[in-house]
C-alpha cells in the first residue's frame, strides 16, 4: 500500500512561508484526491487543501484561502503546500493523506478525515 512522508515543516514568525511536500512510495499512486489536514492541541483534525488528480480541481479551509496553495507531480508522487502569510493560529501538525473523490464525476474532493485512508506521520508548523 502507498506510504507518505510529509516534510518541511518548521518554526517561523508571524508572516513567513513555509513549503511543505509530501512524498508517496510504494503501492498504486492512484488516489483520486491528495489532501492536506492539520491538527492542533486539543483540536480535531481538519481538512486544509486538496486536490484532484484527473481534474486539478482544489478545495481550501476558509482559514486559508488566499494564503496557502496545494499543488502536485504526479510524474514525482510528490503533493506540496505552499504556505505564506503564515499565522499563529496555523500553528499545527500537518498530515497529508489519499482519499477519494466526490461521487457524481464533479472533479471535486471529499474533505471528511475518516474517508481518507493512507496518511503520513506529519509535520509539525509552528508560527510565532
Known amino acids: 500500500h502507498v506510504q507518505l512522508v510529509e516534510s518541511g515543516g518548521g518554526s517561523v514568525q508571524t508572516g513567513g512561508s513555509l513549503t511543505l511536500s509530501c512524498v508517496a512510495s510504494?503501492?498504486?499512486?492512484?488516489?483520486?484526491?491528495m489532501g492536506w489536514f492539520r491538527q492542533a492541541p486539543g483540536k480535531e483534525r481538519e481538512a486544509v487543501a486538496t486536490?484532484?488528480?484527473?481534474?486539478?480541481?482544489?478545495y481550501y479551509a476558509g482559514s486559508v484561502k488566499g494564503r496557502f496553495t496545494i499543488s502536485r507531480d504526479n510524474g514525482k508522487r510528490t503533493a506540496y503546500l505552499q504556505m505564506n502569510s503564515l499565522k499563529p493560529e496555523d500553528t499545527a501538525m500537518y498530515y497529508c493523506?489519499?482519499?477519494?473523490?466526490?461521487?457524481?464525476?464533479?472533479?471535486?474532493?471529499?474533505?471528511?478525515?475518516?474517508?481518507?485512508?493512507?496518511w503520513g506521520q506529519g509535520t509539525q508548523v509552528t508560527v510565532s
Open positions: 510504494g503501492g498504486t499512486y492512484s488516489a483520486n484526491c
Open positions: 493523506a489519499t482519499g477519494p473523490s466526490r461521487p457524481g464525476g464533479s472533479g471535486t474532493c471529499l474533505v471528511s478525515p475518516p474517508l481518507y485512508s493512507a
Open positions: 486536490t484532484h488528480r484527473d481534474s486539478g480541481g482544489t
